[in-house]
């Protein structure tokens, strides 16, 4: 133990020497003042839960030290702490004090603003909401949106639990179809309409809205039935028939480029039959929406004479 002491005795003077020279200097420097904006630090958060409310990021600190040191200061040597273990869901008023604030050697805090927070915590809690893709734009005159889809089409999203149940769909950002002919697809981002609220995993998803040409629909009104396979009657006799398919085929379509029929084959009077619907040629986009009836009675037919 002597030997401690007794070891390089003139550098542990010239040491000591130096350190009352720094304390001299800085206790005869004019004493002054400073205000700062510092972060808030929150040590120790518990994973399963959120800080809600109006958060406070920065707090006012006005410290005093020696001019020397005020002038060197930087807001970054100073910060506010706040040790949030054993925190639990509900409210929470947090006191600061000189004890909350880190600073340098040689200053000392002389007020904090605030000094009494109250902080207000919840659960967290994950969801799994549908994307809702945005366009924007129209495509080209004759052609129209056929199919608007989102991969992945869910997200997970989490939060505070109330902000969370609030929340029915993530939204994309907007994907263009000015002029567009044909298939638009893009990685696009995602968003919340809460910014408490995050992204579980990728905050992106992949937007494809399919185009094709215009269609519309178009009704045919009294269209006869034709019978196959047997020697029966149909009631009613004729059906309305409601088709759809691109503007072009469906504005050429005349009433003969359509057949309706009734196959009646091994039926017996009374039972009820389909109506089958067969299109012409050069009309391959066209379709049946509906028949109306979709199917009819058969009877047995009358004889002549």
């Known amino acids: 133990m002597r030997a401690f002491f ?9 040491s000591l020497l130096l350190a009352l020279l720094l304390w001299f200097v800085i206790a005869g420097e004019t004493a002054s003042e400073m205000g700062l904006r510092v972060a ?13 409310g109006d958060a406070v990021d920065v707090v006012e600190v006005r410290v005093r030290a020696s001019a020397g040191i005020i002038r060197g200061l930087n807001p970054g040597d100073v ?29 000392r805090v002389v007020k904090i603003t605030p000094a009494i927070l109250t902080l207000n915590f919840e659960r967290t809690l994950l969801k799994v909401v549908p994307v809702r893709p945005r366009l924007v734009g129209r495509p080209a005159a004759g052609f129209e949106v056929a199919e608007l889809t989102s991969e992945p089409a869910e997200v997970r999203i989490a939060g505070p639990q109330s902000r969370v149940q609030e929340i029915e769909s993530a939204f994309t950002e907007p994907l263009s179809l000015d002029g567009s002919r044909d298939t638009a697809s893009r990685e696009l981002s995602l968003g919340l309409e809460d910014p408490l609220l995050r992204i579980q995993g990728s905050p992106q998803v992949r937007v494809t809205a399919k185009i094709r040409p215009l269609r519309e629909t178009r009704t045919l009104e009294a269209v006869a039935l034709e019978v196959r396979g047997g020697d029966l009657s149909l009631r009613p006799a004729a059906v309305q028939l409601v088709l759809q398919g691109p503007a072009e085929q469906i504005r050429r379509l005349a009433p003969g480029d359509v057949k309706a029929h009734v196959d009646v084959t091994g039926a017996a009077s ?23 009836p979709a199917a009819v009675t058969l009877q047995a037919a009358r004889r002549k004479g």
Do not use: Y
């Open 79 to 107: 910060a506010a702490q706040i040790d949030l273990s054993g925190a639990s869901e509900g409210e929470r008023i947090v006191h600061l004090s000189e004890d909350s604030i880190r600073v340098p050697f040689g200053v």
């Open 270 to 292: 009374g039972e009820r039959r389909p109506v089958a619907v067969e299109i012409g040629p050069g009309f391959a986009g066209v379709s049946l929406l509906e028949a109306r």
């Open 6 to 14: 007794t070891e390089n005795l003139g550098i542990k003077a010239l």
């Open 40 to 52: 808030l630090e929150l040590q120790n958060m518990p994973r399963d839960l959120e800080l809600t």
